[in-house]
C-alpha cells in the first residue's frame, strides 16, 4: 500500500514543472506577503526553503477583511494579502483546490511534494518533515508495523519510561497493565464534555472494580495547562501518561483520535478492540463491558427493542422531570406534545453555525406552525451557562428542555449528537424519523413537513418533474471554457446572481463554476427579438461562437 502511493505521488511530481516562489506568491504590483502583525515579508524570505501553500478558510469563508485579519492572526507564518484575490484565484487554479483545507508542499527547488499535505500532517505530525515521498513511504511503512506488532508496551511506552502514574504521582510499570482490558481514555481536563464523560466513567470503572473484572484504564492527557491535568488526574481513580508526555500526540494519531469523549479499547493482547466506545459507556454503563463484538451484538439487540418500543414519555420523561419550558419559564407537560410530530434543535448560542443557522429555522417553523396544528419543536441546549441559555431562548418561538436538566445528556447519548447544529425528527407515535432533519428542511424548507420518507419521496419525484424538458448540457456567456452539466446539487452560490441554490445546477465540475437553471437558461432578449427580426431563428436552438443559445424556459430560483 505505502509502495503504491509513492509511486503515484512520483508519476505525479514527474509530470509537474518546478514552480519559481517569487513568481507564485507575488503581483505586478506585489512582492511582498504580510504577517499577522500587519508588517511585510519579501517573498524572497522563502527562497531555497520547503514552502507550504496552505488553503483554508474561516467559518465565514473569509469574504471580508475583518474575518480574514481575525482568522490570520492565530497563524505564525506568512500571506498573500487579503486585498489579491488575483493570485489566490490563480494559486487556487494552478493546484485544483476543490476543498478546504488543502494543504500544497513544495521542496526548496520549488518542486510539488505532495498536494495531499493535510493529510500527512494529520497521520505524522511533526514526523512528516521533510515531507518527501520517500520519508513519507517510511513512515507509512513504520505505522502498517507498528500496527501489526501492537502490544500494550508498544502503545505506552517510550525510549524515556516504561511506566503510567496514578493519582498520587506514583509510577506504575506497565507491563504491570499487561494481560488485561485496558480503556485508553483521550482527556482534556478543560473540555465540559470530556469532564462529564469521565464522571459517567469513573462510575462504570468502580462497578467493574467490585464486581473482580481484570479492566484497567489509562488517561491519554491532552491539556495544555499543567494545572488542568492535575485537577484531572487528581480526581480519576486509574491511571494516566504524564503530562505532555510524547506518547500522548502519538496516539492521536495512531488511534485516528477526533473527537472528545474517546476511549479506545485494548484487548488482553494489547490488540486494538474498539477505536471508541464512548457512546456504549453512556448509554449502557458497565453492561458494555468487555467490549467485544459480541457483546456489541448483544446490545444492538437491546437498542433495537427500545427503538421498536420508543414513545415521547419514554424518552422525555424522566422521573419528575415530565415537561419542557416555553417562554418565562411556564412548563409545558410532555403529555400535551404526545401525538405531535416533533423537531429537537440541538444548538448554542456559543456556535457560530447554529447562529446562522437558527433564523432560518424559526422562519421554517412559523411557515409549518401556520399550516399545521400537529407539529412543535423543542431547544436542547449546548451553552454552557444560564445567562447564555436565556438569551439565546430568547430568540427562538418554540419550547426548550431546561437548562443544565439530565435530559440533555441521555437525549444527546441516543441520537449520537457529535456535532450542532443537529435536528432530529419524531413522528406522531413517538419513533425517530430521521436524525438528519436539518439537511432536509436546509434542501426544501417547510415542504419537508412531517419529514417522513413517504414526503422526501414526494419531493424527489416534483424535482424531477421540474427538470423535465430541461437541456442536459449548456455553455454560457459567462463560462464559455467548458459545457455545464445538470447536475443535483444540494447547496451552492450561484456565479450569476450570487444568490444560492438547491437541487438542481448547471455545473462546471472541472472549474467549479455553478449557475441556477433560471440563470443559466435564460435569453437574451434583445438578441432575440433581433434574431426574430432577421429571420434566422427558425430552430429550437442554434451554435453561435461555440455557444448555445436556447429557448426561455419558466424556471423557479429557489431561495434558502
Given at each position: 500500500m505505502a509502495e503504491q502511493y509513492v509511486n503515484d505521488v512520483e508519476k505525479l511530481l514527474e509530470a509537474s514543472d518546478s514552480h519559481d516562489i517569487r513568481s507564485l506568491l507575488s503581483s505586478p504590483l506585489r512582492d511582498y506577503l504580510v504577517r499577522n502583525s500587519g508588517d511585510q515579508a519579501k517573498t524572497d524570505v522563502l527562497k531555497g526553503k520547503t514552502v507550504g501553500l496552505y488553503f483554508s478558510a474561516s467559518w465565514r469563508a473569509d469574504r471580508d477583511a475583518e474575518s480574514f485579519n481575525k482568522y490570520f492572526s492565530k497563524m505564525p507564518w506568512v500571506a498573500v494579502p487579503f486585498s489579491d484575490s488575483d493570485t489566490r484565484d490563480k494559486l487556487r487554479d494552478l493546484f485544483s483546490v476543490r476543498g478546504l483545507p488543502h494543504l500544497v508542499l513544495l521542496d526548496e527547488n520549488g518542486k510539488v511534494l505532495t498536494s495531499d499535505g493535510v493529510q500527512i500532517i494529520e497521520d505524522h505530525g511533526l514526523e512528516g518533515y521533510p515531507f518527501t515521498p520517500q520519508h513519507v513511504k517510511e513512515l507509512k511503512e513504520q505505522d502498517e508495523v507498528a500496527r501489526r506488532d501492537q502490544s500494550l508496551t508498544s502503545i505506552l511506552e517510550s525510549h524515556l519510561r516504561n511506566f503510567v502514574i496514578s493519582n498520587d504521582g506514583k509510577e506504575m510499570p506497565v507491563t504491570e497493565l499487561e494481560g488485561k482490558t485496558i480503556g485508553l481514555h483521550f482527556s482534556l481536563s478543560s473540555f465540559s464534555e470530556s469532564v462529564v464523560f469521565t464522571?459517567?466513567?469513573?462510575?462504570?470503572y468502580n462497578e467493574l472494580k467490585e464486581k473482580g473484572e481484570s479492566f484497567e484504564i489509562v488517561t491519554v492527557p491532552l491539556d495544555i495547562a499543567e494545572e488542568s491535568f492535575n485537577k484531572g488526574l487528581e480526581g480519576a481513580p486509574w491511571f494516566s501518561l504524564p503530562f505532555k508526555d510524547s506518547k500522548c500526540e502519538k496516539l492521536t494519531r495512531h488511534f485516528k483520535f477526533s473527537t472528545f469523549p474517546t476511549l479506545v479499547i485494548l484487548g488482553p493482547d494489547g490488540k486494538t478492540l474498539h477505536l471508541n466506545v464512548a457512546d456504549?459507556?453512556?448509554?449502557?454503563?458497565?453492561?458494555?463491558?468487555?467490549?467485544?463484538?459480541k457483546k456489541f451484538s448483544e446490545l444492538e439487540e437491546i437498542e433495537k427493542a427500545k427503538r421498536e418500543n420508543q414513545t415521547l414519555e419514554s424518552i422525555l420523561v424522566s422521573e419528575e422531570q415530565d415537561f419542557v419550558i416555553a417562554k418565562d419559564g411556564i412548563k409545558v407537560p410532555v403529555s400535551d406534545l404526545v401525538g405531535k410530530h416533533i423537531l429537537f434543535y440541538f444548538s448554542a448560542h456559543w456556535c457560530p453555525p447554529c447562529r446562522v443557522f437558527t433564523p432560518k429555522l424559526i422562519e421554517i417553523y412559523h411557515n409549518i406552525k401556520s399550516k399545521y396544528d400537529g407539529f412543535e419543536l423543542i431547544f436542547i441546549s449546548f451553552d454552557q451557562?444560564?445567562?447564555?441559555?436565556?438569551?439565546?431562548?430568547?430568540?427562538?418561538?418554540?419550547?426548550?428542555?431546561?437548562?443544565?436538566?439530565t435530559r440533555k445528556a441521555s437525549l444527546s447519548t441516543l441520537f449520537k449528537i457529535r456535532s450542532i447544529p443537529k435536528l432530529v425528527a419524531i413522528e406522531t407515535t413517538g419513533k425517530t424519523i430521521t436524525t438528519e432533519a436539518q439537511d432536509l428542511v436546509m434542501l426544501h424548507g417547510a415542504d419537508t413537513y412531517p419529514f417522513t420518507e413517504q414526503r422526501i419521496r414526494e419531493i424527489e419525484v416534483e424535482h424531477e418533474e421540474m427538470a423535465k424538458g430541461w437541456p442536459q448540457k449548456v455553455k454560457h456567456a459567462l463560462h464559455m471554457k467548458h459545457e455545464m452539466v445538470l447536475t443535483r446539487y444540494r447547496i451552492y452560490l450561484c456565479h450569476k446572481?450570487?444568490?444560492?441554490?438547491?437541487?438542481?445546477?448547471?455545473?462546471c465540475e472541472e472549474c467549479n463554476f455553478d449557475l441556477h437553471p433560471e440563470c443559466a437558461l435564460e435569453e437574451d432578449k434583445e438578441s432575440k427579438e433581433e434574431d426574430i427580426e432577421k429571420g434566422e431563428n427558425s430552430k429550437e436552438g442554434r451554435v453561435c461562437d461555440g455557444g448555445v443559445y436556447l429557448k426561455s424556459l419558466t424556471v423557479s430560483c429557489q431561495t434558502p
Amino acid at each position: 500500500m505505502a509502495e503504491q502511493y509513492v509511486n503515484d505521488v512520483e508519476k505525479l511530481l514527474e509530470a509537474s514543472d518546478s514552480h519559481d516562489i517569487r513568481s507564485l506568491l507575488s503581483s505586478p504590483l506585489r512582492d511582498y506577503l504580510v504577517r499577522n502583525s500587519g508588517d511585510q515579508a519579501k517573498t524572497d524570505v522563502l527562497k531555497g526553503k520547503t514552502v507550504g501553500l496552505y488553503f483554508s478558510a474561516s467559518w465565514r469563508a473569509d469574504r471580508d477583511a475583518e474575518s480574514f485579519n481575525k482568522y490570520f492572526s492565530k497563524m505564525p507564518w506568512v500571506a498573500v494579502p487579503f486585498s489579491d484575490s488575483d493570485t489566490r484565484d490563480k494559486l487556487r487554479d494552478l493546484f485544483s483546490v476543490r476543498g478546504l483545507p488543502h494543504l500544497v508542499l513544495l521542496d526548496e527547488n520549488g518542486k510539488v511534494l505532495t498536494s495531499d499535505g493535510v493529510q500527512i500532517i494529520e497521520d505524522h505530525g511533526l514526523e512528516g518533515y521533510p515531507f518527501t515521498p520517500q520519508h513519507v513511504k517510511e513512515l507509512k511503512e513504520q505505522d502498517e508495523v507498528a500496527r501489526r506488532d501492537q502490544s500494550l508496551t508498544s502503545i505506552l511506552e517510550s525510549h524515556l519510561r516504561n511506566f503510567v502514574i496514578s493519582n498520587d504521582g506514583k509510577e506504575m510499570p506497565v507491563t504491570e497493565l499487561e494481560g488485561k482490558t485496558i480503556g485508553l481514555h483521550f482527556s482534556l481536563s478543560s473540555f465540559s464534555e470530556s469532564v462529564v464523560f469521565t464522571e459517567k466513567l469513573v462510575k462504570v470503572y468502580n462497578e467493574l472494580k467490585e464486581k473482580g473484572e481484570s479492566f484497567e484504564i489509562v488517561t491519554v492527557p491532552l491539556d495544555i495547562a499543567e494545572e488542568s491535568f492535575n485537577k484531572g488526574l487528581e480526581g480519576a481513580p486509574w491511571f494516566s501518561l504524564p503530562f505532555k508526555d510524547s506518547k500522548c500526540e502519538k496516539l492521536t494519531r495512531h488511534f485516528k483520535f477526533s473527537t472528545f469523549p474517546t476511549l479506545v479499547i485494548l484487548g488482553p493482547d494489547g490488540k486494538t478492540l474498539h477505536l471508541n466506545v464512548a457512546d456504549a459507556v453512556k448509554e449502557h454503563g458497565s453492561l458494555a463491558y468487555p467490549f467485544t463484538p459480541k457483546k456489541f451484538s448483544e446490545l444492538e439487540e437491546i437498542e433495537k427493542a427500545k427503538r421498536e418500543n420508543q414513545t415521547l414519555e419514554s424518552i422525555l420523561v424522566s422521573e419528575e422531570q415530565d415537561f419542557v419550558i416555553a417562554k418565562d419559564g411556564i412548563k409545558v407537560p410532555v403529555s400535551d406534545l404526545v401525538g405531535k410530530h416533533i423537531l429537537f434543535y440541538f444548538s448554542a448560542h456559543w456556535c457560530p453555525p447554529c447562529r446562522v443557522f437558527t433564523p432560518k429555522l424559526i422562519e421554517i417553523y412559523h411557515n409549518i406552525k401556520s399550516k399545521y396544528d400537529g407539529f412543535e419543536l423543542i431547544f436542547i441546549s449546548f451553552d454552557q451557562d444560564q445567562t447564555s441559555f436565556d438569551e439565546y431562548f430568547n430568540e427562538m418561538p418554540w419550547l426548550a428542555v431546561p437548562f443544565g436538566d439530565t435530559r440533555k445528556a441521555s437525549l444527546s447519548t441516543l441520537f449520537k449528537i457529535r456535532s450542532i447544529p443537529k435536528l432530529v425528527a419524531i413522528e406522531t407515535t413517538g419513533k425517530t424519523i430521521t436524525t438528519e432533519a436539518q439537511d432536509l428542511v436546509m434542501l426544501h424548507g417547510a415542504d419537508t413537513y412531517p419529514f417522513t420518507e413517504q414526503r422526501i419521496r414526494e419531493i424527489e419525484v416534483e424535482h424531477e418533474e421540474m427538470a423535465k424538458g430541461w437541456p442536459q448540457k449548456v455553455k454560457h456567456a459567462l463560462h464559455m471554457k467548458h459545457e455545464m452539466v445538470l447536475t443535483r446539487y444540494r447547496i451552492y452560490l450561484c456565479h450569476k446572481c450570487a444568490k444560492d441554490g438547491k437541487v438542481w445546477a448547471f455545473r462546471c465540475e472541472e472549474c467549479n463554476f455553478d449557475l441556477h437553471p433560471e440563470c443559466a437558461l435564460e435569453e437574451d432578449k434583445e438578441s432575440k427579438e433581433e434574431d426574430i427580426e432577421k429571420g434566422e431563428n427558425s430552430k429550437e436552438g442554434r451554435v453561435c461562437d461555440g455557444g448555445v443559445y436556447l429557448k426561455s424556459l419558466t424556471v423557479s430560483c429557489q431561495t434558502p
